[in-house]
């Protein structure tokens, strides 16, 4: 692919009604997860675990893109389909997370840099061959007591852009994420200034280093109050919040942006997206790239038993789907 068609790609990633599904959970993550419910963390555990989420019958309904760990991009279903070639047959995205995780940032200390930036041009090759479409950089910015520091948001800014760059230059769609985490008893005041800071900091390295953004997307974090704060800001005020953040600090031509669910319950994550999209005149289409908010309740039937309850867990999967598909266009009640 040139450069020429990352729009198109990035338009079909945020069409109407339409999300991503993250599955990109590193192997240490995964494992954190199948622990919660009691399933053994081997590769072919996690295989299959993938297989029920893409197979879930009718999901490109609602799913535009789904984002992949380096292991997933490579498997096949248990009929030997490559999942890649599953997906585009049932019009979902390729995607793949290709950060290496984050490290703590030295001389700072509470506070990380993604890494993954060395050899990355080899890899979103070999990438772009087996079918990705899209890559995914998560930054991750902590909050607390002289956080985050200036630097690193300049360093871990800088990195998504390095990123980003590369990703179009093997004709790759970058899905830029910076996530303010919410764990803290910080104000969502203090939350908007952070993500402001972040997002103005983000766009000014996407244009230093030569991105199109005609060919970017976003996934943000929403503007909330921290998971420990005494007051905790309302659905409207978070919607309101984090629209207005949005306005202020990200170009009109970007294709559109997709949240995080970053820890907030699936009914949070889905009333806050159906909520800023009641509002008119929004810039961009605003969507979903959930995680845990698509998932958690898939994993907690399918792990009761991974054989018989397929196509219970899917059905979740299914409703997931079509509730933040349905609040990608103020639709959702
Ligand atoms: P959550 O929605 O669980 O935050 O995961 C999204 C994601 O891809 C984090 O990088």
């Not at 109407?16 to 053994?40: H, L, P, Q, Y």
């Not at 760990?69 to 599953?86: A, M, N, S, V, Y």
């Not at 109050?225 to 309302?234: I, L, M, N, W």
């Not at 978070?238 to 907030?264: D, R």
């Amino acid at each position: 692919m040139s450069i020429d068609q990352l729009p198109e790609i990035a338009l079909a990633m945020v069409a109407r009604g339409k999300g991503i599904i993250a599955i990109d959970e590193s192997n240490a993550t995964i494992k954190k997860r199948f622990d919660s419910v009691g399933v053994e963390c081997t590769e072919e555990n996690r295989r299959a675990y993938r297989e029920m989420l893409l197979t879930t019958p009718g999901l490109g309904d609602y799913i535009s893109g789904a984002i992949l760990f380096d292991e997933t991009l490579r498997q096949k279903t248990k009929d030997g389909k490559p999942f890649t070639q599953l997906m585009m047959e049932n019009g979902i995205l390729p995607g793949i997370k290709v950060d290496k995780g984050t490290v703590p940032l030295a001389g700072f200390p509470g506070e990380v840099v993604t890494e993954g930036l060395d050899g990355l041009r080899d890899r979103l090759k070999e990438y772009a061959a087996l079918g990705a479409k899209f890559a995914k950089w998560r930054a991750v910015i902590n909050i607390g007591e002289d956080m985050p520091s200036k630097t690193c948001i300049d360093a871990n800014m800088h990195a998504l852009a390095r990123y980003a760059a590369l990703c179009q230059e093997a004709g790759i769609v970058p899905m830029v994420e910076p996530e303010i985490i919410m764990d803290g008893d910080h104000d969502i005041d203090t939350c908007y200034d952070v993500t402001e800071a972040t997002l103005r900091e983000l766009f000014q390295q996407l244009f230093e280093q030569n991105v199109l953004i005609e060919g970017v997307i976003l996934k943000a974090s929403m503007v909330l109050s921290g998971k420990d704060c005494e007051e905790q800001a309302d659905v409207e005020e978070v919607a309101a919040q984090t629209v207005h953040c949005l306005k202020a600090t990200v170009p009109a031509n970007l294709p559109g942006i997709v949240f995080l669910s970053g820890g907030q319950s699936d009914e949070l994550a889905t009333e806050h997206l159906n909520e800023m999209n009641t509002f008119e005149n929004n810039p961009w289409p605003l969507s979903f790239s959930y995680g845990r908010a698509m998932q958690s309740a898939a994993l907690k039937i399918w792990a009761k038993d991974i054989v018989n309850n397929v196509a219970e867990a899917q059905k979740t999967v299914y409703a997931r789907a079509k509730d933040n598909g349905l609040a990608a266009m103020g639709e959702w009640k």
